[in-house]
């Protein structure tokens, strides 16, 4: 990439604000990435969270329909037609996509427009099977995994987990371009 920064996009459902762990530790990789060296980063997350004020990159809110979380209690915001428009720009923009973890839908669109384009993605997977206490959701998570989540991991360029278990969990189910790394909590 010579000289020029690196412009990376880094995907997740929300922000830090959000409190979740995935999206904390995105924000610490992000802060990570931009102090490392050249690097233009860029953080997507859907607006149901506010974004950091400090972050030393440029957010961007997606507009997403929160209703499952609220119904459900299960944070998977779902995209507007116009976010998905607004994704697509900020990918043709990128030379990196970097997604954490595999099931929610921006990151799930992010994944088939970056390859449809030949971007590099690297996925950051936090989470292998959630057990639920409903049947039902359950066995949608187990479907999920199988159907979406292995083959966007099988198909991405790097797949970094941040735990043993995870890394676990996917061994079995997977298999890589390269190697898959485990860095405990996504940073080293």
Known sequence: HGNAAMKILTLTHYFASHRGGIEIVAEQLGVALAKAGPAEIVWAASDGSPPPENFPGRCVGLECSNVVERRLGIPWPIPTPGALRRLSGLIDDADL????????????????????????????????????????????????????????????????????????????????????????????
């Open 97 to 188: 996509i970097l997604l954490h973890d595999t099931l929610y839908p921006t990151n799930i669109a992010a994944f088939l427009l970056a390859r449809r384009r030949a971007k590099r993605v690297v996925i950051v997977q936090h989470i292998g099977h959630v057990p639920y206490r409903n049947i039902l959701l359950n066995a949608a998570m187990k479907m999920a995994n199988r159907f979406i989540a292995v083959p966007m991991l099988s198909n991405a360029d790097r797949v970094v987990f941040i735990s043993g278990l995870t890394a676990e969990y996917f061994s079995k189910r997977c298999t890589y371009r390269y190697p898959p790394a485990v860095i405990f909590n996504g940073i080293s």
